[in-house]
């Protein structure tokens, strides 16, 4: 007699699209475990709830607290910084980024609705704009993050500052030794306080600085080594675009390869996209903090 | 279609007698998908099991090797201290261990001991073994997050591991790692550390969610909460510490990384000098951030260690004294209490940050009151041995050590929860000796009780009782001979974390001067490091043991206990899904000794008996 | 017999009822209050922002505490509709308050531990 292969016995939840326990019919040959794992996909009575939607809420009520701890350290710091900088950030990007992934939340909850009225079609295209969005809004974040990255702040022996963007393309200083001078979009001001707040600053006018190397005394972008404020930046939104990325590679999977689900267990189809979608609105969630943190405030 | 259950021969007939058959479809798994890839949860608890024992005599080692530095400040290692040398090179040259040397061990100590080997052990290898069994389910919920937990726990233990390796050497800023120390030693050891625990933490954060989702979604019919074996609620709490303890130091850990790598300022105050010169840093950072981070996490942790140890002690105190455990339902609120109030007190560990009187005076509060369902725990377990018939079998016996082990750690905790005397003992060796107290000859007792215990049901033998016996008094004895002395260093004042044991502050080196350590005090680390030795010695014959007891020990039945919780009403060992029919519960965990009842214990899946009602016939007829 | 019987009776419970079932779905009302909520996001991103730039008599301080006011309704209503958390289950609930009290703990504490100072010290 053959041994019963043991694939099946390795009780993948995700597997097994019999939602009641499956019996051998190969007796005698190997024990097969007769008990699947109970309500992989449906719910269970009492709790009213398949295993997959409390698991997701269980990991973000995990979420909760990681970015309750990010944002407690902001608070913080906040509380105890001797000034904090107003209207570093380009609203516009962060508004546009914003109703982007609003967007994306209302088209991955629309998606999750087109599975369960069985329109198919509907939940391709769905999910499809929920992608792009993600993909828009990754893009608009790296744009910024290279904004900052070539925003430099000068300090000149003479106590002033320059602060502005590279006006190479690259932040290339082996050209600053030939030429002997960096060249920045943006203005000299001899306080620097008058860098931080720019939210009081009206027409700020910025020209074009060029400053002889021999003349700066340090030089250093607005990297996350700028100030808490850009370490807090960076470390927020970074942590926030992991989960982005991560969300829309699971998303992605669900969307490509993971589709040939639908024809074999639509009802499991349909669970995972409602649990990969809860965990899309609560990076949209985190967001929606982020966002007037960061920006507007 | 239902009679094919009756074809299905039990698992043991079939093991015996198709013996080589049976073991056919193991060949078909392949060794990697069986032990390495393994979803099964059974599997996954070994692997956690062994990983963590391993991990539990690495850190035991690097305690010995700090023992003898402490002892012997300054002298060449005997037998060791050549191998070290070769080893880890210029920290350890001629044998010696030198300061920075001894700093990395001890961080690496508490963090490998802590989050490599007892948790794992208390919370993934005996939680994914037994819980499942224990609320009749066919494996846990998300079988392949458990692998992947698994996985994510080994590779943080690698990487834990290799800084050892790196230049500069492991993380020398304790285990607590207080920032701006941590950033500021030159090593890159501390991102090591950092990767490392983001791995351990998403192995328990995975390891989390699913036994969490295990307990609530997939018990089985019949197993209502308060049937739950008290093991099962303990290990529901812990998971959901974990879950929602852990991800503040991660966020933490994420914050200190950067301060590491990319020269952020979190944890890094303004002004700060390091070497005698202003550090470059753009500063605004907060210290006092990272320890409350640290402790938000530090503190449930604490809870995490003790409470699947209790749930151990309450399974086998149950089962050795043959009666029910008494006060099952102040067992269960007092370990959702624990739960809930270790959350609120972890600021207790930071009196000495300058914090005023209001707000210590609050974490004082709670901190007494999480001691309250402690007691209440120890009361109920010690009330359970009254009037039992006790069996003194070898995890009973370690269960009984567990009892006053605990008791001596925690009420030496109080003096430590209240700010006025924690003032003179914080950071002294009574410190040290308060919470090996808890954690060693407490929860790693109470651990040795269920590798014992459940041994049988791993492997359908048992350990041998008589060198489980010889294991239990050595373990014994040792342990408190080396803990106790700590007790009279500490309120001697002295500290703890110094690489010559206090050298320096003893009477011999500065003589006259007041408040020096009395030369006993200081001779005290010699007793305590034989005493370590021999601690290590009575270890062996349990490894030895555990080894030889897989093969050799004596065969025994599916319920050698005798007991009544359902992972012994299952085959032996537990096939894949656990049961041959799905189990229904009809009762409680701990029906011992029911009177009229055949035997002393009743399985929670025994059917209730229906009585023959007795035909109505004439008495005189 | 009575050993099929009660494998029978093992089996009932697990067949669950079908979530799919439970409520029928109409496409169009979702769209409808997904339009909805999508200009209720925009509405409060735009008065969020509209704050930020009141004039400067305002306190950074009042500005904060406005904008996180406006933040936490428009998290509401993500958090209400779009993860349906409006018609959740118990057991989702009882963990969600435990954990935002925790988190809550968390800032409290915190914020307490490092702005409470010793009778007669100073900080900086």
């Known amino acids: 007699m053959l041994n019963v292969p043991c694939s099946g016995n390795f009780l993948l939840p995700f597997r097994n699209p019999h939602p009641l326990p499956r019996r051998s019919v190969e007796a005698g040959t190997f024990r097969i475990s007769k008990m699947e794992i109970p309500y992989a996909i449906q719910a269970r009575p009492d709790t009213g709830l398949y295993n997959a939607k409390v698991g997701i809420w269980l990991f973000l009520a995990s979420e909760v607290m990681l970015f309750g701890g990010l944002f407690s350290a902001y608070v913080l710091l906040r509380v105890g910084a001797d000034q904090w900088p107003h209207g570093w950030l380009n609203v516009t990007l962060g508004t546009a980024n914003t109703i982007i992934l609003a967007l994306s939340a209302i088209t991955t909850l629309l998606a999750w609705v087109a599975c369960k009225t069985g329109q198919f079609g509907k939940f391709k295209f769905f999910h499809a704009c929920t992608l792009l969005c993600a993909l828009t809004f990754l893009g608009i974040k790296s744009y910024e993050y290279h904004d900052k990255w070539i925003h430099y702040e000068i300090k000149l022996k003479d106590g002033t500052f320059a602060d502005g963007h590279l006006v190479e393309k690259s932040p290339d200083f082996d050209l600053a030794k030939k030429t002997g001078t960096?060249?920045?979009?943006?203005?000299?001001?001899?306080?620097?306080?008058?860098?931080?707040d720019l939210r009081a600053q009206k027409n700020v006018e910025l020209k074009e600085v060029t400053v002889p190397t021999a003349d700066i005394k340090q030089m250093e972008n607005y990297g996350p080594w700028h100030n808490t404020y850009l370490a807090l930046y960076f470390t927020l939104t970074g942590l926030h675009a992991l989960h982005i990325l991560g969300g829309s590679i699971v998303i992605g999977y669900i969307w490509g390869p993971g589709r040939r689900l639908w024809k074999k267990n639509p009802e499991q189809f349909t669970n995972r996209v409602e649990v990969s979608g809860l965990f899309w609105h609560f990076v949209d969630l985190v967001w929606i903090f982020l966002f007037p943190v960061l920006y507007l405030t | 279609m239902e009679t094919i259950v009756h074809e299905f021969p039990p698992y043991r007939e079939h093991e015996a007698t198709h013996g080589p058959a049976a073991h056919g479809h193991h060949a078909d798994i392949g060794f990697g998908r069986k032990y390495i890839f393994s979803t099964d949860h059974k599997i996954i608890g070994i692997?956690?099991?062994?990983?963590?024992?391993?991990?539990?005599?690495?850190?035991?080692?690097?305690?010995?090797?700090?023992?003898?530095?402490?002892?012997h400040p300054g002298q060449p290692m005997p037998f060791l201290g050549p191998l070290l040398a070769k080893i880890l090179g210029q920290p350890a040259a001629g044998g010696i261990i030198s300061p920075e040397l001894y700093n990395s061990f001890g961080a690496m100590h508490g963090t490998i001991m802590v989050f490599l080997g007892v948790v794992p052990?208390?919370?993934?290898?005996?939680?994914?073994?037994?819980?499942?069994?224990?609320?009749?389910?066919?494996?846990?919920?998300?079988?392949?997050?458990?692998?992947?937990?698994?996985?994510?726990?080994?590779?943080?233990?690698?990487?834990?591991?290799?800084?050892?390796?790196?230049?500069?050497?492991?993380?020398?800023?304790?285990?607590?790692?207080?920032?701006?120390?941590?950033?500021?030693?030159?090593?890159?050891?501390?991102?090591?550390?950092?990767?490392?625990?983001?791995?351990l933490i998403t192995s328990s954060l995975l390891g989390a969610v699913n036994f969490i989702a295990t307990i609530i979604q997939l018990r089985a019919p019949g197993m209502t909460w308060m049937r739950l074996p008290f093991f099962v609620w303990a290990q529901f709490v812990t998971a959901f510490i974990l879950l929602l303890a852990f991800p503040p130091l991660e966020a933490a850990g994420v914050m200190q990384l950067m301060d590491n790598l990319f020269h952020t300022s979190f944890f890094l105050p303004t002004g700060l000098a390091v070497g005698g010169q202003l550090a470059n840093v753009s500063g605004g950072g907060s210290p006092l951030l990272w320890q409350h981070l640290f402790w938000f996490l530090g503190h449930p942790e604490v809870y995490v260690l003790i409470l699947p140890a209790m749930g151990v002690v309450c399974e086998i105190i149950a089962n050795n004294t043959r009666k029910p455990i008494w006060g099952y339902k102040s067992l269960v609120y007092s370990v959702l209490a624990i739960g809930f109030l270790s959350f609120i007190v972890w600021a207790h560990h930071m009196y000495l940050t300058g914090m005023g009187t209001k707000i210590s005076s609050f974490f004082q509060a709670t901190t007494m009151a999480i001691s309250v369902p402690s007691v209440i725990i120890l009361t109920c377990l010690f009330i359970s041995l009254w009037g039992g018939s006790i069996r003194f079998n070898t995890p009973m016996l370690f269960t009984l050590a567990f009892l006053p082990m605990f008791g001596i750690g925690g009420l030496t905790g109080l003096p430590l929860g209240f700010n006025a005397s924690d003032v003179y003992l914080h950071d002294t060796y009574y410190v040290i000796a308060h919470f090996h107290y808890v954690v060693a000859p407490g929860t790693i007792f109470a651990l040795f009780a269920g590798v014992y215990y459940w041994f049988p049901k791993m492997t359908g033998r048992k350990m041998n009782e008589f060198w489980g016996r010889v294991h239990f008094w050595g373990s014994l004895v040792f342990m408190n001979l080396v803990f106790m002395p700590m007790f009279a260093q500490g309120i001697k004042g002295m500290l703890r974390r110094m690489a010559d044991g206090g050298a320096n502050y003893s009477a011999a080196r500065v003589p006259g001067a007041i408040d020096t350590l009395p030369g006993t005090i200081m001779e005290l680390h010699v007793w305590i490091l034989w005493a370590a030795i021999a601690l290590g010695i009575a270890q062996i014959p349990f490894v030895i043991n555990l080894f030889w007891s897989i093969g050799h020990g004596e065969k025994?039945?599916?319920?050698?206990?005798?007991?009544?919780?359902?992972?012994?009403?299952?085959?032996?060992?537990?096939?894949?899904?656990?049961?041959?029919?799905?189990?229904?519960?009809?009762?409680?965990?701990?029906?011992?000794?029911?009177p009229g009842h055949a035997t002393d214990f009743t399985p929670q899946n025994e059917p209730d008996v229906v009585k023959p009602v007795a035909p109505k016939v004439p008495a005189h007829a | 017999m009575s050993e099929l019987k009660t494998a029978e009776q093992h089996n009932a419970p697990l067949t669950g009822k079908s979530e799919l079932h439970e409520h029928p779905v109409d496409f169009n009302n979702y769209l409808r209050r997904c339009l909805f909520i999508f200009i209720a996001i925009v509405c409060a991103t735009s008065l969020m922002i509209w704050i930020s730039y009141l004039p400067e008599h305002y306190s950074w301080a009042e500005k904060v505490a406005m904008i996180l006011a406006v933040a936490g309704a428009n998290a509401f209503v993500v958090a209400g509709f779009l993860m349906h958390l409006i018609s959740e289950k118990k057991m989702i609930y009882t963990l969600l308050v435990f954990t935002v009290f925790f988190v809550l703990g968390l800032f409290v504490l915190t914020i307490c531990a490092t702005q409470d100072f010793p009778t007669g010290t100073t900080f900086r």
Request: glycine share 10%; aromatic share 18%; charged share 10%.
């Open chain 1, 182 to 196: 960096v060249t920045l979009h943006g203005r000299i001001v001899t306080d620097e306080t008058l860098l931080y």
């Open chain 2, 47 to 71: 692997q956690y099991g062994f990983t963590a024992l391993s991990f539990l005599l690495f850190g035991f080692f690097l305690m010995l090797l700090m023992r003898w530095q402490i002892a």
């Open chain 2, 121 to 199: 052990l208390a919370f993934a290898a005996f939680g994914n073994y037994v819980v499942p069994l224990m609320i009749g389910a066919p494996d846990m919920a998300f079988p392949r997050v458990n692998m992947a937990s698994y996985h994510a726990y080994f590779l943080g233990g690698v990487v834990m591991s290799v800084s050892f390796f790196i230049p500069g050497g492991a993380a020398q800023a304790g285990w607590t790692s207080y920032s701006p120390l941590a950033t500021t030693i030159p090593t890159h050891g501390q991102a090591f550390w950092i990767i490392g625990m983001v791995l």
């Open chain 2, 556 to 594: 025994v039945g599916d319920n050698p206990w005798h007991s009544t919780t359902l992972e012994w009403q299952a085959p032996t060992p537990p096939p894949h899904g656990n049961f041959d029919e799905p189990p229904h519960i009809y009762r409680g965990p701990y029906e011992y000794s029911v």
